[in-house]
Nanobody
């Protein structure tokens, strides 16, 4: 069993930055693929980014490529999402996830409770 706890959300103006963190419980974090998703009101949950256990070749949604960076610190059981050049359309609840069946879908085994990100224009 894995528990995921996100933090770092908040209110930011367009063009600003935020860094989300997700701390995972358990001793097997370093072997797990981790990801971030988001869900805006009235919309389906969508893939944002993912990172393999090794940290290499991260995956990004086209909508965030070049603006968001996913990283991990296995010593701290933590995965990060650095979000730069934020836009109002990035407003959503952001979820951390672990252990995908298929990376770019919502077929992941573990989810956090979510953290709200609001970008004002």
């Amino acid at each position: 069993q894995v528990q995921l706890v996100e933090s770092g959300g908040g209110l930011v103006q367009a063009g600003g930055s935020l860094r989300l963190s997700c701390v995972a419980s358990g001793r097997t974090f370093s072997s797990r693929t981790m990801g971030w998703f988001r869900q805006a009101p009235g919309r389906e949950r969508e893939f944002v980014a993912a990172i393999l256990w090794s940290g290499g070749n991260p995956y990004y949604a086209d909508s965030v490529k070049g603006r968001f960076t996913i990283s991990r610190d296995n010593a701290k059981n933590t995965v990060y999402l650095q979000m730069n050049s934020l836009k109002p359309e990035d407003t959503a609840v952001y979820y951390c996830a672990a252990d995908p069946t298929v990376i770019r879908t919502i077929a992941w085994n573990y989810w956090g409770q979510g953290t709200q990100v609001t970008v004002s224009s």
